[in-house]
């Protein structure tokens, strides 16, 4: 009887543990407060981005990917503006990502990359941001990663940015026809 009791509360650890788990996956849990009403934002991009674009590679569903991008009231004024730019920390943008034409226009599968203005060094700094993959993913500290800082060190080269790409200049020149 004790084997069983101590099998079951083990079970039930394990249960927990998994749930807990599961809720950092994207796409379960809950999505942080500070972007889980962003379709209420602006939505930047009249048209998609989309194509063979400057800097992005295979990353962000790639070329045949489509990109809508919305921003925080923090950070309107400033990627709607001219460069150079130095976004405002709390500025919090959304990236929705789809495969392919047909999946943007249905509107569903979207993945999200999500970027947070965290802090104002001096100067621009790739610290100064982090970021989440998914609507319900957790928050990474810094887009220092290798992966992420080498493209985004692309978008400040092309357009004074402060490590964002979707800024009107990058916008306007990757826009679905």
């Given at each position: 009887?004790?084997?069983?009791?101590?099998?079951?509360?083990?079970?039930?650890?394990?249960?927990?543990?998994?749930?807990?788990?599961?809720?950092?996956?994207?796409?379960?849990?809950?999505?942080?407060?500070?972007?889980?009403?962003?379709?209420?934002?602006?939505?930047?991009?009249?048209?998609?981005?989309?194509?063979?674009?400057?800097?992005?590679?295979?990353?962000?569903?790639?070329?045949?990917?489509?990109?809508?991008?919305?921003?925080?009231?923090?950070?309107?004024?400033?990627?709607?503006?001219?460069?150079?730019?130095?976004?405002?920390?709390?500025?919090?943008?959304?990236?929705?990502?789809?495969?392919?034409?047909?999946?943007?226009?249905s509107?569903?599968?979207?993945?999200?990359?999500?970027?947070?203005?965290?802090?104002?060094?001096?100067g621009?700094?790739?610290?100064?941001?982090?970021?989440?993959?998914?609507?319900?993913?957790?928050?990474?500290?810094?887009?220092?990663?290798?992966?992420?800082?080498?493209?985004?060190?692309?978008?400040?080269?092309?357009?004074?940015s402060?490590?964002?790409?979707?800024?009107?200049?990058?916008?306007?020149?990757?826009?679905a026809?």
């Amino acid at each position: 009887m004790k084997l069983n009791a101590t099998r079951s509360m083990g079970l039930v650890l394990l249960g927990g543990i998994f749930v807990a788990g599961c809720a950092s996956i994207p796409g379960l849990g809950k999505p942080d407060p500070r972007w889980a009403d962003y379709k209420n934002w602006t939505k930047i991009t009249e048209k998609p981005s989309t194509g063979n674009t400057q800097g992005l590679g295979g990353v962000h569903m790639g070329p045949e990917g489509y990109r809508d991008v919305y921003v925080n009231e923090t950070g309107l004024a400033m990627i709607t503006g001219e460069g150079p730019y130095d976004f405002p920390v709390g500025t919090v943008i959304v990236k929705e990502q789809f495969k392919d034409k047909a999946a943007w226009e249905s509107g569903k599968g979207a993945a999200h990359t999500i970027s947070l203005k965290v802090a104002d060094n001096e100067g621009q700094n790739s610290d100064d941001w982090n970021w989440a993959l998914g609507y319900t993913g957790k928050v990474q500290q810094t887009i220092a990663k290798p992966d992420c800082v080498a493209c985004h060190t692309i978008a400040n080269a092309l357009n004074q940015s402060d490590y964002v790409f979707s800024v009107p200049a990058y916008l306007e020149a990757n826009e679905a026809n």
